[in-house]
């Protein structure tokens, strides 16, 4: 199986070759892409050392599969070039998840759409994956009438440029800024550009993709996101309406036996999601679930999972995974 990454040197192409490792993903050639101003330089994987190739170049090389991870505007421009020459893309960016003529997936919720005529596969938005993955069973058992979901985002979901103004800030040390504020101490409540309704594009991504995913436009979702000076992983506190009643403990049974989910969820002991246990694990994991006794028929919860893993490169990768064992690549 030869695999390109593209966006080997950025921090989700890192972790997707970290995360191909760590599974034991059946790489026979790894291709490592990245612009032009990377072109040449080395990368370790599995103890081989693997020069980064340009992007014409490594469509000329045919992998089977591309793991994409380099921004929506290189999406847009070379995932047509690399599924013309028969390789299949995975794109992590936001570039195709609102085609219509393209699959958004999470693999343990509609991997099954995916068939061979599927050659660009949409990656969902991190906070999405993490909620929806948790949403649903629970939709399939008690219909989600509505959601309403404020997110606490690590900086890592802004990249490289947020890690440093972050350690900059703790050390005293004027940097280079990626937000317009500080974030040490500090909790910013916008995520990516504001749209014309006065949402971020993240919140909107949350409500879109939602849908999309779970294959319904009836389910009403509000956002709001906000970037806080946190590394281990993004938070969400997910308020949910059903159609139908439920008990709390269905619903953590549901989720106990969900793949892909760890209920954390002990008062006696404390015992619930933070991103300090997140982080480095590909699962998601949801506590504080509860009845909301405001109205009928509604839950609060708390999700959490590693944006870099879950997030992005794992389940890039578990898409990747479910190609191969379907045989569609």
Same mark, same amino acid.
């Given at each position: 199986?030869?695999?390109?990454?593209?966006?080997?040197?950025?921090?989700?192409?890192?972790?997707?070759?970290?995360?191909?490792?760590?599974?034991?993903?059946?790489?026979?050639?790894?291709?490592?892409?990245?612009?032009?101003?990377?072109?040449?330089?080395?990368?370790?994987?599995?103890?081989?050392?693997?020069?980064?190739?340009?992007?014409?170049?490594?469509v000329?090389?045919?992998?089977?599969?591309?793991?994409?991870?380099?921004?929506?505007?290189?999406?847009?421009?070379?995932?047509?070039?690399?599924?013309?020459?028969?390789?299949?893309?995975?794109?992590?960016?936001?570039?195709?998840?609102?085609?219509?003529?393209?699959?958004?997936?999470?693999?343990?919720?509609?991997?099954?759409?995916?068939?061979?005529?599927?050659?660009?596969?949409?990656?969902?938005?991190?906070?999405?994956?993490?909620?929806?993955?948790?949403?649903?069973?629970?939709h399939?058992?008690?219909?989600?009438?509505?959601?309403?979901?404020?997110?606490?985002?690590?900086?890592?979901?802004?990249?490289?440029?947020?890690?440093?103004?972050?350690?900059?800030?703790?050390?005293?040390?004027?940097?280079?800024?990626? !937000?317009? $504020? *500080?974030?040490?101490?500090? =909790?910013?409540?916008?995520? /990516?550009? @504001?749209?014309?309704?006065?949402?971020?594009? &993240?919140?909107?991504?949350?409500?879109?993709?939602?849908?999309?995913?779970?294959?319904d436009?009836?389910?009403?979702?509000?956002?709001?996101?906000?970037?806080?000076?946190?590394?281990?992983?993004?938070?969400?506190?997910?308020?949910?309406?059903?159609?139908?009643?439920?008990?709390?403990?269905?619903?953590q049974?549901?989720?106990?036996?969900?793949?892909?989910?760890?209920?954390?969820?002990?008062?006696?002991? !404390?015992? $619930? *999601?933070?991103p300090?246990? =997140?982080?480095?694990?590909? /699962?998601v @994991?949801?506590?504080?679930?509860?009845?909301? &006794?405001?109205?009928?028929?509604?839950?609060?919860?708390?999700?959490?999972?590693?944006?870099?893993?879950?997030?992005?490169?794992?389940?890039?990768?578990?898409?990747?995974?479910?190609?191969?064992?379907?045989?569609?690549?």
């Amino acid at each position: 199986m030869r695999i390109a990454v593209v966006g080997a040197t950025g921090m989700v192409g890192e972790v997707m070759l970290k995360v191909l490792a760590e599974r034991n993903f059946p790489v026979t050639e790894l291709i490592p892409v990245a612009s032009e101003r990377s072109v040449g330089k080395e990368i370790e994987f599995k103890g081989k050392k693997y020069t980064v190739v340009g992007m014409q170049t490594a469509v000329d090389m045919k992998a089977d599969i591309a793991l994409f991870s380099a921004g929506g505007e290189t999406s847009l421009e070379w995932a047509p070039k690399f599924a013309a020459a028969g390789t299949t893309v995975i794109d992590n960016s936001s570039a195709w998840r609102m085609d219509s003529t393209k699959k958004l997936i999470v693999p343990e919720i509609n991997a099954g759409e995916l068939t061979k005529e599927d050659k660009i596969i949409a990656n969902p938005n991190c906070s999405t994956i993490q909620m929806v993955l948790v949403l649903a069973p629970l939709h399939k058992k008690y219909n989600i009438k509505r959601v309403i979901v404020s997110t606490y985002q690590s900086i890592t979901g802004t990249g490289v440029k947020a890690v440093q103004q972050l350690e900059n800030e703790y050390a005293g040390v004027q940097g280079e800024m990626a !937000y317009k $504020y *500080p974030i040490h101490r500090n =909790a910013i409540p916008q995520c /990516d550009s @504001f749209e014309d309704n006065g949402y971020t594009k &993240e919140e909107m991504k949350l409500v879109r993709e939602t849908q999309k995913i779970l294959g319904d436009k009836t389910i009403a979702v509000t956002a709001t996101a906000v970037r806080v000076p946190i590394v281990g992983g993004h938070s969400e506190a997910v308020n949910v309406e059903f159609s139908k009643d439920f008990e709390v403990s269905d619903v953590q049974n549901i989720l106990h036996h969900t793949d892909g989910v760890v209920v954390q969820d002990n008062n006696d002991t !404390y015992t $619930y *999601p933070m991103p300090m246990y =997140a982080q480095g694990k590909d /699962d998601v @994991f949801v506590g504080r679930i509860r009845r909301d &006794e405001s109205q009928p028929n509604t839950l609060n919860m708390w999700i959490v999972a590693d944006n870099l893993r879950k997030g992005a490169a794992t389940n890039t990768i578990q898409i990747a995974e479910y190609l191969i064992a379907a045989k569609l690549v």
